[in-house]
């Protein structure tokens, strides 16, 4: 038969395996994934549009000087793909960071607090036999 203290370890044993990081990440693992996507996305295209706009204002000052062989739409186009990746990949990041995160510790909160009154009532049992 078991004993309340055995009780009480296996509950605490449940409760450690439960709330360490890799068990946390590997519950969470879809939504963090898609986070950690979305800021990868903004930050690649972050480092690399600065390249595109630079491309961009060879183009225009080249058309500046030279209206008829300056080819200018072509750099002007790429450039604002690459402006609206970074701002969609962006505001993707901060939309669901703010739900996807608030609803992680709300689930963790929430085992902490039954898995506290489980205890508790462990202990109130034992002593109660006791």
Do not use: C
């Given at each position: 038969?078991?004993?309340?203290?055995?009780?009480?370890?296996?509950?605490?044993t449940?409760?450690?395996?439960?709330?360490?990081?890799k068990?946390?990440?590997s519950?969470?693992?879809?939504s963090?994934?898609?986070?950690?996507?979305?800021?990868?996305?903004?930050?690649?295209?972050?480092?690399?549009?600065?390249?595109?706009?630079?491309?961009?204002?060879?183009s225009?000052?080249?058309?500046?000087?030279?209206?008829?062989?300056?080819?200018y739409?072509?750099?002007?186009?790429?450039w604002?793909?690459v402006?609206?990746?970074?701002?969609?990949?962006?505001?993707?990041?901060?939309?669901?960071?703010?739900?996807?995160?608030?609803?992680?510790?709300?689930?963790?909160?929430?085992?902490?607090?039954?898995?506290?009154?489980?205890?508790?009532?462990?202990?109130?049992?034992?002593d109660?036999?006791?």
């Open positions: 038969m078991l004993k309340p203290s055995d009780l009480y370890n296996l509950a605490t449940i409760i450690l395996n439960q709330m360490t990081f068990g946390i990440v519950k969470y693992k879809y963090i994934a898609l986070i950690l996507l979305f800021v990868l996305i903004e930050n690649v295209s972050f480092i690399i549009e600065p390249t595109f706009f630079g491309k961009l204002l060879d225009l000052i080249d058309h500046f000087y030279d209206h008829e062989k300056a080819e739409i072509f750099p002007l186009v790429i604002i793909i402006y609206l990746i970074n701002v969609v990949g962006g505001t993707l990041h901060r939309f669901f960071n703010g739900s996807i995160y608030s609803k992680m510790y709300a689930n963790i909160a929430t085992e902490v607090v039954l898995e506290s009154v489980k205890d508790l009532n462990i202990r109130l049992s034992a109660e036999k006791a």
